[in-house]
């Protein structure tokens, strides 16, 4: 499903002393199969722009398409649920949203709000709970038992299970242990591809968009700063550091070893293979250019 | 050599109704003046060390003894004075309805009075770049303020111990790099102890001494160097291996000589450039 | 419209009103909603709506804003009016509309009891509107301290409402976002029949319970951490301090107050 923000605009509490101007102008295409990362500092609005991906928040201006419907500011809307169905949102800390007494009736409940029958929902149920890797004896557990961990990886089913073409995440992995955060991103990425699914991750990780993603938005002040492929984006880390944020490890030591030795490597390396058989190529000619 | 300013011998804690033990048979010192990393897996007992050692819980096996005291019922006020806490929600530790009462409310709490309590909020927050904020609510500060403020908060009581419980998990980059500058000038300026529990391994690389936990049981002990050669073993433990380390083994592996792993990125560039360039 | 209410929120500024003492505010408010009640004929009204307009205007808050600002209470009092107006039968008709008979007391009772109303909206909401939420409870925690002596929780008290108060903003945002989660996984708020609505509330209600929780013990133990044992041997950081402004404030509804005697039919 392809879906594509034009010019759109979001105020939060709009007409009243308290507005405030959040997003505005942005145009972000997501074409279906896309895995879209978008980067940003605090309040840059990365969330805000999730949020319209399946019409949780409407423009205040400009349009929304998402498949074939178009959701358009001052345009009253009925049912958003399909929409719903097709773009699942994993929240950041989503464990916050779990309620049911079993982990199973959890993970039914998005797709039984959408009709599936309570059958295919349990069915839905214990294949999702085996894709975020957790033993099947743990359905009938209360989610509230678990640990912080598996709570993440319970909700994190329950959107699963909804079985959506698009996938929402908002910094999903944060507070998670380093295993824990890669076994999580790397479950997204296997479902991407396996699914086809298309993906929109906020991340403050540069590693996690530089290693995932095929295209970065990059958000400053509301506003969409830059996008492009990883290599695009990072070949200009100056520009990144000026906005007061990171680059990948890995470009940052080329950085600084670029600096200190006072050269310029051919190109931009993402990867930590790669960036150290230049420096050693680099170092092998004796260190100069 | 420094000596121990806390000594935990042998501590072992199981909270109520749980079967097994949050911790177990736990024995080590906390060096004065040094900067202590935690780390190891969701649920390893991190945050219940952390709350022994300020008399949060009381250890159901073993001693603990603060700056020469026996942590017990009946000196944990006087040992909380000593070390401060600095907890991960930066929602959930702000009690003032402004940034001032927030940092006074600790010193309230020790009959402080008042006319050094208005000096001390001022300094503390001055210290973490939060003078300005007195009178802000916490709603409008972003999650790095919050923690300078409960940091301030912790100063403010003038402790030898501050324990940072995954304090800057929470926060964006920018955040944690403020939070983490902050609680370093500290600790060379005032001689603040500083235990900092941690996912982020690039930080702990950059402490004085790594305890590793595991299952609620010390699993090593020893400087980041040391630590961090356990390499694969790290991983099986749920946690990863800093980049400068994994770039040291792979330049090493491409057949770039290195007198040893570095932890930092700049100590990596340092000595390629001091045994390489212009040879 | 919830966001134009100014019923029970701050406006900051720096006028007479908002420099004043929150424990002489209080006093004011309190003595003043018994005074009201001296109030019987056209002066002694007309003295007391005097003394609200002299208060709204040292207070420095725009009259639109107030205006705007109360409109939903506004229409309170005259509901109040009305059925003063129709309840009332004494006195001569003044007024009849078919079945509609309007008596001349119920005139007067329902202009003097609606009148008696909008002043003590008006008085409360100046209390609220030039003193911060803190302030009141620093203020009320001075206040009731004699009460102390019988074992009242004086402190625990005003620690709970300051604490109730910095946790409002914290608490809208949880419900908010949960909401938007819970969305997500189709959950409809705002359509739908009125029974799926209210079962659409347990989704919400759960979490929000479970997160309060948490973050109650979350407070609960970095209270304690940071040495919090009770009100006892606390040294206190707020200070209150009573200036002249806060005596002659005092001594003016005083003079009113007589005045009001004096008027009294
Ligand atoms: N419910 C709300 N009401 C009013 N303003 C809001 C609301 N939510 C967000 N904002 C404001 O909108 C702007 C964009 O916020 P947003 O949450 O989209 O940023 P973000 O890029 O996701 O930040 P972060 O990295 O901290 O999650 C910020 O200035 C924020 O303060
Ligand atoms: N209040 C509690 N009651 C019962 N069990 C608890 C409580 N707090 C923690 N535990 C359990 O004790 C063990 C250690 O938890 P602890 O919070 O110390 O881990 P941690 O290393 O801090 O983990 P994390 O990295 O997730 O913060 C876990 O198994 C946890 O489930
Ligand atoms: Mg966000
Ligand atoms: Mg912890």
Same mark, same amino acid.
């Given at each position: 499903?392809?879906?594509?923000?034009?010019?759109?605009?979001?105020?939060?509490?709009?007409?009243?002393?308290?507005?405030?101007?959040?997003?505005?102008?942005?145009?972000?295409?997501?074409?279906?199969?896309?895995?879209?990362?978008?980067?940003?500092?605090?309040?840059?609005?990365?969330?805000?722009?999730?949020?319209?991906?399946?019409?949780?928040?409407?423009?205040?201006?400009?349009?929304?398409?998402?498949?074939?419907?178009?959701?358009?500011?001052?345009?009253?809307?009925?049912?958003?649920?399909?929409?719903?169905?097709?773009?699942?949102?994993?929240?950041?800390?989503?464990?916050?949203?779990?309620?049911?007494?079993?982990?199973?009736?959890?993970?039914?409940?998005?797709?039984?709000?959408?009709?599936?029958?309570?059958?295919?929902?349990?069915?839905?149920?214990?294949?999702?709970?085996?894709?975020?890797?957790?033993?099947?004896?743990?359905?009938?557990?209360?989610?509230?038992?678990?640990?912080?961990?598996?709570?993440?990886?319970?909700?994190?089913?329950?959107?699963?299970?909804?079985?959506?073409?698009?996938?929402?995440?908002?910094?999903?992995?944060?507070?998670?242990?380093?295993?824990?955060?890669?076994?999580?991103?790397?479950?997204?990425?296997?479902?991407?591809?396996?699914?086809?699914?298309?993906?929109?991750?906020?991340?403050?990780?540069?590693?996690?968009?530089?290693?995932?993603?095929?295209?970065?938005?990059?958000?400053?002040?509301?506003?969409?700063?830059?996008?492009?492929?990883?290599?695009?984006?990072?070949?200009?880390?100056?520009?990144?550091?000026?906005?007061?944020?990171?680059?990948?490890?890995?470009?940052?030591?080329?950085?600084?070893?670029?600096?200190?030795?006072?050269?310029?490597?051919?190109?931009?390396?993402?990867?930590?293979?790669?960036?150290?058989?230049?420096?050693?190529?680099?170092?092998?000619?004796?260190?100069?250019? | 050599?420094?000596?121990?300013?806390?000594?935990?011998?042998?501590?072992?804690?199981?909270?109520?109704?749980?079967?097994?033990?949050?911790?177990?048979?736990?024995?080590?010192?906390?060096?004065?003046?040094?900067?202590?990393?935690?780390?190891?897996?969701?649920?390893?007992?991190?945050?219940?060390?952390?709350?022994?050692?300020?008399?949060?819980?009381?250890?159901?096996?073993?001693?603990?003894?603060?700056?020469?005291?026996?942590?017990?019922?009946?000196?944990?006020?006087?040992?909380?004075?000593?070390?401060?806490?600095?907890?991960?929600?930066?929602?959930?530790?702000?009690?003032?309805?402004?940034?001032?009462?927030?940092?006074?409310?600790?010193?309230?709490?020790?009959?402080?009075?008042?006319?050094?309590?208005?000096?001390?909020?001022?300094?503390?927050?001055?210290?973490?770049?939060?003078?300005?904020?007195?009178?802000?609510?916490?709603?409008?500060?972003?999650?790095?303020?919050?923690?300078?403020?409960?940091?301030?908060?912790? *100063?403010? %009581?003038?402790?030898?111990?501050? *324990? %940072?419980?995954?304090?800057?998990?929470?926060?964006?980059?920018?955040?944690?790099?403020?939070?983490?500058?902050?609680?370093?000038?500290?600790?060379?300026?005032?001689?603040?102890?500083?235990?900092?529990?941690?996912?982020?391994?690039?930080?702990?690389?950059?402490?004085?001494?790594?305890?590793?936990?595991?299952?609620?049981?010390?699993?090593?002990?020893?400087?980041?160097?040391?630590?961090?050669?356990?390499?694969?073993?790290?991983?099986?433990?749920?946690?990863?291996?800093?980049?400068?380390?994994?770039?040291?083994? %792979?330049?090493?592996?491409?057949?770039?000589?290195?007198?040893?792993?570095?932890?930092?990125?700049?100590? %990596?560039?340092?000595?390629?450039?001091?045994?390489?360039?212009?040879? | 419209?919830?966001?134009?209410?100014?019923?029970?929120?701050?406006?900051?500024?720096?006028?007479?009103?908002?420099?004043?003492?929150?424990?002489?505010?209080?006093?004011?408010?309190?003595?003043?909603?018994?005074?009201?009640?001296?109030?019987?004929?056209?002066?002694?009204?007309?003295?007391?709506?005097?003394?609200?307009?002299?208060?709204?205007?040292?207070?420095?808050?725009?009259?639109?804003?107030?205006?705007?600002?109360?409109?939903?209470?506004?229409?309170?009092?005259?509901?109040?009016?009305?059925?003063?107006?129709?309840?009332?039968?004494?006195?001569?008709?003044?007024?009849?509309?078919?079945?509609?008979?309007?008596?001349?007391?119920?005139?007067?009772?329902?202009?003097?009891?609606?009148?008696?109303?909008?002043?003590?909206?008006?008085?409360?909401?100046?209390?609220?509107?030039?003193?911060?939420?803190?302030?009141?409870?620093?203020?009320?925690?001075?206040?009731?301290?004699?009460?102390?002596?019988?074992?009242?929780?004086?402190?625990?008290?005003?620690?709970?409402?300051?604490?109730?108060?910095?946790?409002?903003?914290?608490?809208?945002?949880?419900?908010?976002?949960?909401?938007?989660?819970?969305?997500?996984?189709?959950?409809?708020?705002?359509?739908?029949?009125?029974?799926?609505?209210?079962?659409?509330?347990?989704?919400?209600?759960?979490?929000?319970?479970?997160?309060?929780?948490?973050?109650?013990?979350?407070?609960?133990?970095?209270?304690?951490?940071?040495?919090?044992?009770?009100?006892?041997?606390?040294?206190?950081?707020?200070?209150?301090?009573?200036?002249?402004?806060?005596?002659?404030?005092?001594?003016?509804?005083?003079?009113?107050?007589?005045?009001?005697?004096?008027?009294?039919?």
């Amino acid at each position: 499903m392809d879906i594509s923000l034009k010019n759109v605009e979001y105020r939060y509490q709009a007409d009243s002393p308290f507005e405030h101007l959040a997003i505005s102008d942005v145009s972000i295409d997501i074409p279906s199969g896309t895995y879209l990362a978008i980067i940003g500092h605090t309040g840059s609005g990365k969330s805000t722009v999730l949020q319209h991906l399946n019409a949780l928040l409407k423009p205040t201006k400009g349009s929304v398409l998402i498949g074939s419907r178009e959701i358009k500011a001052g345009r009253k809307d009925k049912n958003l649920k399909s929409i719903r169905e097709n773009v699942g949102i994993v929240f950041q800390f989503p464990e916050h949203q779990l309620f049911e007494e079993t982990v199973e009736k959890d993970i039914m409940f998005g797709p039984m709000n959408f009709g599936v029958s309570e059958s295919d929902a349990k069915a839905r149920a214990k294949e999702a709970l085996q894709l975020v890797g957790l033993p099947e004896d743990i359905l009938e557990k209360s989610p509230f038992d678990l640990s912080g961990g598996q709570m993440r990886r319970v909700a994190i089913a329950g959107v699963l299970a909804m079985e959506p073409d698009v996938l929402v995440l908002d910094e999903p992995t944060a507070g998670l242990d380093p295993r824990g955060r890669k076994e999580i991103m790397d479950l997204f990425y296997t479902l991407h591809k396996k699914r086809n699914l298309s993906t929109v991750l906020v991340t403050h990780s540069m590693e996690d968009a530089a290693k995932y993603a095929d295209e970065i938005v990059v958000m400053h002040q509301g506003k969409v700063l830059t996008k492009g492929t990883p290599e695009q984006i990072f070949s200009d880390p100056v520009a990144l550091i000026e906005l007061g944020l990171d680059v990948p490890e890995v470009i940052g030591l080329q950085l600084k070893i670029e600096e200190t030795f006072h050269t310029k490597f051919s190109k931009i390396s993402l990867s930590e293979r790669e960036l150290a058989e230049m420096i050693a190529e680099f170092l092998r000619g004796g260190g100069q250019r | 050599m420094s000596k121990p300013l806390v000594t935990i011998d042998g501590v072992s804690f199981s909270y109520e109704g749980q079967q097994t033990p949050a911790l177990k048979n736990i024995t080590f010192d906390i060096l004065e003046g040094e900067w202590l990393a935690i780390v190891g897996h969701n649920g390893s007992g991190k945050s219940t060390l952390a709350k022994l050692l300020n008399g949060l819980q009381f250890p159901q096996q073993g001693k603990i003894a603060v700056c020469g005291t026996e942590l017990t019922e009946a000196t944990v006020w006087e040992v909380r004075k000593n070390v401060g806490m600095v907890f991960q929600n930066p929602d959930n530790q702000f009690v003032g309805t402004t940034v001032r009462d927030d940092v006074a409310f600790g010193l309230e709490n020790h009959g402080v009075p008042r006319e050094i309590m208005v000096e001390r909020v001022q300094t503390s927050l001055d210290k973490v770049q939060m003078g300005t904020f007195l009178n802000q609510e916490p709603h409008h500060l972003s999650g790095g303020q919050k923690q300078r403020v409960a940091i301030a908060g912790v *100063i403010a %009581l003038q402790p030898a111990i501050i *324990i %940072l419980d995954e304090a800057t998990s929470m926060l964006d980059p920018r955040g944690r790099a403020e939070v983490i500058a902050t609680v370093r000038e500290l600790k060379d300026r005032e001689h603040i102890t500083v235990i900092s529990i941690t996912h982020d391994l690039e930080e702990a690389a950059k402490a004085d001494r790594v305890i590793v936990m595991n299952k609620g049981e010390l699993y090593r002990e020893g400087t980041p160097e040391q630590i961090f050669e356990m390499d694969e073993e790290l991983v099986q433990l749920g946690l990863d291996i800093p980049f400068p380390v994994k770039m040291s083994k %792979l330049l090493r592996h491409k057949g770039v000589e290195l007198t040893k792993t570095h932890l930092t990125e700049e100590e %990596l560039v340092t000595e390629l450039w001091t045994s390489h360039s212009k040879m | 419209m919830m966001e134009k209410m100014i019923f029970g929120r701050y406006v900051p500024g720096e006028s007479l009103l908002h420099r004043m003492d929150p424990r002489s505010k209080l006093i004011i408010v309190f003595l003043f909603v018994i005074v009201v009640f001296i109030a019987n004929n056209v002066p002694t009204y007309a003295v007391l709506a005097a003394y609200t307009f002299l208060m709204v205007g040292l207070s420095r808050i725009p009259l639109r804003f107030l205006y705007g600002g109360l409109k939903p209470v506004f229409l309170l009092v005259f509901f109040t009016f009305l059925l003063h107006i129709f309840m009332t039968k004494e006195g001569p008709i003044i007024l009849e509309l078919g079945w509609l008979k309007i008596y001349e007391e119920g005139l007067r009772q329902g202009i003097f009891i609606s009148l008696r109303f909008l002043l003590l909206i008006l008085v409360t909401s100046l209390l609220t509107l030039t003193t911060t939420p803190i302030e009141i409870t620093d203020g009320l925690e001075t206040l009731l301290n004699p009460l102390k002596k019988w074992k009242f929780p004086v402190h625990e008290l005003a620690l709970m409402m300051s604490i109730s108060l910095r946790f409002i903003p914290t608490l809208m945002q949880e419900t908010d976002k949960i909401m938007k989660a819970q969305t997500a996984r189709g959950v409809e708020y705002n359509s739908g029949p009125v029974k799926e609505r209210i079962k659409a509330i347990i989704p919400l209600l759960i979490p929000l319970f479970i997160s309060s929780f948490k973050r109650a013990e979350e407070l609960a133990v970095a209270m304690e951490a940071r040495g919090y044992k009770g009100g006892e041997g606390r040294t206190k950081y707020r200070q209150l301090a009573w200036g002249m402004v806060d005596t002659a404030m005092l001594l003016f509804l005083g003079a009113v107050t007589v005045l009001l005697f004096v008027l009294r039919g």
